[in-house]
């Protein structure tokens, strides 16, 4: 595959990635009350939702710019692994076995995404090729 070709697939897996973070985070934020209820039913305290609305939103947003994107994706990959036990761990039951399943595969891609970094096609590539030159 063409250099280009790679580049475009790094975005495009970029984009898919943030996709599910910057959803969950606008539900979170329309249905706030139904979000703080679901979260108090697995014992977690209704006041670490402004917390998790914004590693979600934040983390999505610099993935899809390629900015910091090594720190976004391993914090989105520890949220995906806590998200997983805390609030999927009945794996006698199918659709939670999915659902943990599924943070685990997306947390495995975010530890990709963090050992290779955003690619070309983003603002990392951009300061690394074009550093600062008044900062350190």
Known sequence: M?????????FAGRLLLAAIFLHEAWSKLTAYSAAVAYMQ???IPGELLPFAIAVELGCGLLIVCGYHTRAAALALAGFCLAT???????????NQLLHFEKDVAIAGGLLVLFAHGAGAWAL???RARYPDPGAG
Do not use: P, Y
């Not at 997983?84 to 199918?94: E, I, P, T, W």
């Open 124 to 126: 990392d590539a951009l």
């Open 84 to 94: 997983a036990v805390l609030f999927h761990s009945k794996l006698g039951d199918r």
């Open 2 to 10: 063409s250099s280009m070709g790679l580049e475009a697939a790094a």
């Open 41 to 43: 039913a697995f014992g």
